[in-house]
């Protein structure tokens, strides 16, 4: 059986966030650890991209608002 949970470490413990279907107490179990990557704002994004790939990508955009502009 495998299960995807929530839980919170600390302490150097791993505390899951609501009881766990199916495991019995002292049960030997396997964990794999995802680190769910941080939502972070625009902001962010400052200085990811160089000035010529954010020219490029301001005009990729503009011809995009073209396109739906003609369009409508």
């Known amino acids: 059986m495998t299960q995807t949970i929530e839980a919170i ?3 150097k413990i791993i505390k899951p966030l609501k009881p766990i279907k199916g495991l019995k ?3 030997r179990i396997e964990i794999t650890i995802y680190i769910p990557p941080k939502k972070e704002g625009i902001k ?5 991209m ?14 995009e608002f073209e396109k739906v502009d003609n369009g409508w």
């Open 44 to 48: 962010a994004l400052a200085n990811t």
């Open 50 to 63: 160089s000035r010529e790939e954010a020219i490029a990508m301001g005009k990729m955009i503009e011809a």
């Open 25 to 27: 107490e002292d049960q």
């Open 9 to 11: 470490y600390t302490g």
